[in-house]
């Protein structure tokens, strides 16, 4: 698999923290589950995280703590895990369904009950629903999801098919990383169905006028 489109560093940072929302850490943990690229960066912001909390005691720390931290960070021999991905292997063996989604879908996309929104666009919610969206869609062929900007933050990531934006082009591992300066409209352009999952910190904000109809009754 070669994965174009990455997490980007903000992403990467408050996931380590713990401080994203169940739905935008879920889908950063299955790119990370997909990217080994990805996986060594996030260990790297963990490491920091977890070695800045180590320095918040009550007395004061010197100038040179961090530059501490980070050596004692370099010394270790055993590389430092991902919680969230190393209680399972990263992906089951000939599945489609990256690790840390089996939880919520089991381990194959054909055991979901899709519902349908327009006809070749089909979505199934997770339960997972606080503070923003989280939820897969299928799209088929040549199909195109609404256009559309957002409030906060969006994580989409490409678990089958492909599809194209304005940005570029998203296969299988690609996750596009948007925050809520960009109206794109995502067309699917594989010979397959295209799954993504997608997780927003804030409502999806249509810019048509057939998407701010359908808003009541897609959700977003
Ligand atoms: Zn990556």
């Not at 060594?40 to 501490?68: N, V």
């Not at 991905?85 to 369904?97: E, G, Q």
């Given at each position: 698999?070669?994965?174009?489109?990455?997490?980007?560093e903000?992403?990467?940072?408050?996931?380590?923290?713990?401080?994203?929302?169940?739905?935008?850490?879920?889908?950063?943990?299955?790119?990370?589950?997909?990217?080994?690229?990805?996986?060594?960066?996030?260990?790297?912001?963990?490491?920091?995280?977890?070695?800045?909390?180590?320095?918040?005691?009550?007395s004061?720390?010197?100038?040179?703590?961090?530059?501490?931290?980070?050596?004692?960070?370099?010394?270790?021999?055993?590389?430092?895990?991902?919680?969230?991905?190393?209680?399972k292997?990263?992906?089951?063996?000939?599945?489609?369904?990256?690790?840390?989604?089996?939880?919520?879908?089991?381990?194959?996309?054909?055991?979901?009950?899709?519902?349908?929104?327009?006809?070749?666009?089909?979505?199934?919610?997770?339960?997972?629903?606080?503070?923003?969206v989280?939820?897969?869609?299928?799209?088929?062929?040549?199909?195109?999801?609404?256009?559309?900007?957002?409030?906060?933050?969006?994580?989409?990531?490409?678990?089958?098919?492909?599809?194209?934006?304005?940005?570029?082009?998203?296969?299988?591992?690609?996750?596009?990383?948007?925050?809520?300066?960009?109206?794109?409209q995502?067309?699917?352009?594989?010979?397959?169905?295209?799954?993504?999952?997608?997780?927003?910190?804030?409502?999806?904000?249509?810019?048509?006028?057939?998407?701010?109809?359908?808003?009541?009754?897609?959700?977003?």
């Amino acid at each position: 698999m070669s994965i174009r489109h990455h997490l980007d560093e903000a992403t990467l940072l408050s996931y380590a923290a713990g401080s994203m929302s169940q739905g935008m850490a879920l889908v950063t943990a299955c790119h990370l589950a997909m990217c080994s690229a990805c996986r060594k960066r996030a260990q790297h912001s963990e490491a920091i995280g977890g070695a800045l909390m180590e320095t918040l005691t009550p007395s004061p720390i010197s100038d040179s703590a961090l530059d501490a931290v980070l050596a004692a960070i370099e010394a270790q021999d055993e590389p430092i895990q991902v919680e969230t991905v190393r209680s399972k292997p990263v992906r089951p063996v000939d599945s489609d369904v990256p690790a840390p989604l089996t939880d919520y879908i089991g381990e194959s996309f054909d055991e979901i009950e899709w519902k349908r929104i327009v006809p070749g666009v089909y979505y199934f919610d997770l339960p997972c629903q606080s503070g923003g969206v989280s939820r897969l869609l299928r799209i088929a062929p040549g199909k195109a999801m609404l256009p559309h900007t957002h409030e906060g933050n969006e994580l989409t990531l490409v678990l089958k098919g492909s599809f194209t934006d304005e940005i570029g082009r998203f296969a299988a591992g690609d996750i596009a990383d948007l925050d809520d300066q960009i109206e794109h409209q995502p067309l699917v352009d594989s010979s397959e169905d295209c799954i993504c999952l997608v997780a927003t910190d804030a409502p999806l904000k249509f810019t048509t006028i057939l998407g701010r109809l359908m808003q009541p009754m897609t959700g977003f």
